[in-house]
């Protein structure tokens, strides 16, 4: 797999009970992606201009922080294997970091407008419903929203099969933070799992 693009893959959750029986703030925070059940293509296709070989699959990843802290989200790790007996199947590894979209903004006045992101989305404490995956830095004019994920030029299976079924495994790693101070309080990190159809 040589490229992904966008972010996120979260669709059921494993937590861990910390040693006191509480829930901890990791458990406190629920995850989803639509569809539940994304479906591979095996064309070609491009995401920001660059090239995506097939096959590939797309889904929007949401987050329901339910803590009273805010939740930053700053890295994601991805494995996707292909379908098949588990002792046969082939992985493809890849991270995504903030850093791969900072970009350069031309400006009306000729200047040019440095955009560098930090984090793959902040969630404020207390949400009543799910917040879909954002970017933003802050700055007025940089490229912020909502954006899809795309994960693509996947490893195709061998010749006369037609099992375009992958897994998708993620690691969401990030901070709890104070929302009054910002202080980083406690680690985040959720693991999530995606089946193609």
């Given at each position: 797999?040589?490229?992904?693009?966008?972010?996120f893959v979260?669709?059921?959750?494993?937590?861990?009970?910390?040693?006191?029986?509480?829930?901890?703030?990791?458990?406190?925070?629920?995850?989803?992606?639509?569809?539940?059940?994304?479906?591979v293509?095996n064309?070609?296709?491009y995401?920001?201009?660059?090239?995506?070989?097939?096959?590939?699959?797309?889904?929007?990843f949401?987050?329901?922080?339910?803590s009273?802290?805010?939740?930053?989200?700053?890295?994601?790790?991805?494995?996707?294997?292909?379908?098949?007996?588990?002792?046969?199947?082939?992985?493809?590894e890849?991270?995504?970091?903030?850093?791969?979209?900072?970009?350069?903004v031309?400006?009306?006045?000729?200047e040019?407008?440095?955009?560098?992101?930090?984090?793959?989305g902040?969630?404020?404490?207390?949400?009543a419903?799910?917040?879909?995956?954002?970017?933003?830095?802050?700055?007025?004019?940089?490229?912020?929203?909502?954006?899809?994920?795309?994960?693509?030029?996947?490893?195709?299976?061998?010749?006369?099969?037609?099992?375009?079924?992958?897994?998708?495994?993620?690691?969401?790693?990030?901070?709890?933070?104070?929302?009054?101070?910002?202080e980083?309080?406690?680690?985040?990190?959720?693991?999530?799992?995606?089946y193609?159809?």
């Amino acid at each position: 797999m040589n490229k992904i693009f966008g972010a996120f893959v979260l669709a059921a959750s494993f937590c861990f009970m910390s040693c006191s029986g509480e829930e901890t703030l990791s458990e406190k925070v629920s995850v989803s992606v639509k569809p539940e059940s994304p479906v591979v293509y095996n064309h070609k296709i491009y995401v920001n201009g660059e090239p995506v070989e097939g096959p590939w699959f797309e889904f929007d990843f949401y987050v329901q922080n339910k803590s009273d802290k805010t939740l930053v989200v700053t890295n994601l790790l991805i494995t996707v294997k292909r379908g098949g007996a588990a002792d046969q199947q082939e992985s493809d590894e890849a991270s995504v970091s903030p850093s791969e979209f900072d970009t350069s903004v031309s400006l009306p006045n000729d200047e040019v407008l440095t955009c560098k992101y930090h984090d793959l989305g902040q969630y404020p404490p207390n949400q009543a419903s799910p917040m879909r995956l954002y970017l933003d830095n802050g700055v007025n004019n940089c490229p912020s929203g909502f954006f899809r994920t795309v994960i693509g030029n996947l490893t195709k299976p061998p010749a006369g099969s037609r099992n375009y079924t992958y897994r998708a495994k993620m690691q969401a790693i990030g901070y709890f933070a104070d929302p009054n101070t910002g202080e980083r309080l406690d680690r985040f990190q959720q693991e999530t799992i995606v089946y193609t159809k």
